[in-house]
DNA sequence: GTGAAAGCGCTAACAT
DNA sequence: ATGTTAGCGCTTTCAC
């Protein structure tokens, strides 16, 4: 069913059906309710490829995934992402196009993006220092919003994140004030921003009580069980051992569990256990794992909220950069208690 | 850049200038190359939506991913699947169109997918019993490739599946073999398609070796590292517990390997433990977890396989269904040995 | 309030 | 080997 078959059936022009189905005014409500009505009846469904021609319009925005040769974009946190822009998306009747390219040709993907017309904008993951992404898709004058930030002084764009200093730094502090004098810190790769602001609020919590942060008590490495593990095991092994750990990840932490299991404690009695994870639904029932008790965020929501944002700024037609900074939730469990004496 | 700018550019009619772009044999060699280092030199690409417009193909694939009510498609899962499809998609030029909707709405976003013509065919994500997207997709003529199987007679459409079943028999052979008598097995929900067929591979090895299965040794559940340690655990509780243990996921391992841990067992010696798991690359460095020993396939295998038979299908027009079957790999490690005495 | 006609950027039949 | 023309299905002036 197209558009002139059913004004044939309808008995009115082209025009008139295509006004009433996008709700011009100037149609009388007689007419534009015949015409819902029929287009109800027939399955009519504008063909998308058609009204962006006419209109310029693709009604598509653009996700670019580069895979392999880096891996900061961890997967399960990717597809936690990609749900949450598409909520948004199919409810704003927009469609998301995903591109998964080897990284070497992500420049020419977004060339070819734009070139194309094939989308409306683009959400931009996994921002490094300095990213060339960024200078690229501005000159290529597609609207953009970045998920994360470069740490660089260059904040001359749009971006959605997660004020991860702030919450390691509410972490560390809500486990002085519990009593504990020395933590550890089981944190991911620092070249990765989100890791560098993490220890950076870890530290500055340190500065304000005038602690000092043993940097053997600050692992950053690989995300992965092996490695959680093998951090808490050497930190528990030291003479003066830390009392409380904050984890930049479940599956690390999960790791850091079996050290605690391995070295005969009780977690939430003989130490202490926070976890920061953003993207928790990666492990089905990852609440059932006893260990969690964590400062909650969520990158569905900033899914969501980059999606919202790259809308909004294409609707608007304005391209003055907008900043979101979504703050954490600090939800507590049995993982986590006072300083053992 | 457009078709009608360069053309007039190059001095030639658009038709020429679109023939010799798109490689048609008619275009003389020297136009050709004029042509094309003219399109390279202006960054010339055709407008996607125009080009389906007029030929009546999208060059787009669609992937409905349904969200929320069930959770049969693991994120990590479907994030793989996805990354290889994606592959096959960009080396032939077409685009991803992912639609990310509550279950609810599926079907409308299949039928809409139709009408709305923005995809040439879709891929099927996690097929339950009798599955009424199949019946739908026929009636809508829309060429699909399901990835799974339904277990139900109807197979009278196009798969890409992994052989679960004998992959799991293999493995429960291989600790026959090994001379373990007692196996675990500690599988997903067996309402998923998978899952059964796991069981199914596990309790025919038993069978032609005359051996009985235990069905307190088979557990069946949500795949998180809770279960699998609650499984573990009380299975090693039992006065003859098993010596072995063949775990679905290595999330479940995780939790497998913690119980293993707290009896004070040592894996590959006292206890052995195969995992199965299709999607590794979701745990970051997966191998990196000592337990790792697994029966080794790839769902991004899989997704790469169903993008490609996909695009062969809609390359022929013709729908007679096609199947593929995964076998897997037997990857061996420290934590599989022989039988304890 | 409704319609006729042009045009979005491309491909494809039909010339030549 | 190249050009002319029509048309894919829609939106959008412009006219009535």
């Known amino acids: 069913m197209n558009l002139k078959k059913l004004s044939k059936i309808l008995g009115l022009s082209q025009t008139t059906v295509s006004r009433a189905l996008n709700n011009y005014p100037e149609v009388s409500e007689a007419t534009r309710e015949r015409v819902k009505a029929a287009a109800a009846q027939h399955n009519y469904r504008a063909n998308i490829r058609a009204k962006s021609l006419a209109t310029g319009r693709s009604m598509a925005i653009g996700h670019v995934i580069p895979i392999s040769t880096r891996h900061e974009i961890v997967n399960p946190i990717f597809a ?4 949450g822009a598409g909520e948004i998306y199919s409810r704003n009747h927009h469609d998301m196009l995903l591109s998964v390219v080897p990284d070497i040709d992500e420049e020419r993907t977004y060339r070819e993006l734009a070139a194309k017309a094939s989308v409306d904008g683009v959400i931009v993951h996994g921002p490094r220092q300095n990213d060339p992404r960024i200078a690229l898709l501005k000159s290529l ?5 970045v998920h994360g930030r470069t740490s660089d002084g260059d904040t001359d764009y749009s971006w959605v994140d997660v004020n991860n200093r702030r919450s390691f730094e509410r972490a560390a502090n809500f486990l002085f004030d519990l009593g504990h004098i020395r933590l550890g810190l089981i944190n991911g790769l620092e070249f990765m921003d989100f890791a560098k602001r993490r220890k950076d609020g870890f530290l500055a919590a340190h500065k304000t009580r ?27 092994g030291d003479p003066n051992p830390p009392t409380a750990f904050i984890v930049s990840s479940m599956i690390m932490a999960i790791g850091v569990r079996r050290a605690i299991s391995d ?16 993207a928790l639904s990666y492990l089905p029932n990852g609440a059932d794992i006893p ?19 790259l809308l909004d700024i294409i609707d608007a037609g304005d391209q003055t950069p907008r900043h979101t900074l979504l703050e954490t939730d600090l939800t507590l469990g049995e993982s986590t208690g006072p300083a053992p004496k």
């Open 80 to 83: 936690d992402f990609i749900a």
């Open 141 to 145: 004058g597609i609207p953009f919003v």
């Open 210 to 236: 005038g602690l000092h942060a043993h940097p053997v008590f600050m692992a950053t490495g690989e995300m992965t069980e092996g490695f959680g593990y093998n951090k808490a095991q050497s930190m528990l």
């Open 263 to 278: 070295a005969q404690l009780k977690m939430g009695r003989d130490i202490s256990v926070i976890i920061h994870d953003d």
């Open 291 to 309: 260990i969690f008790t964590a400062t909650k965020s969520s990158v569905h929501e900033a899914g969501k909220l980059c999606a919202q944002m």
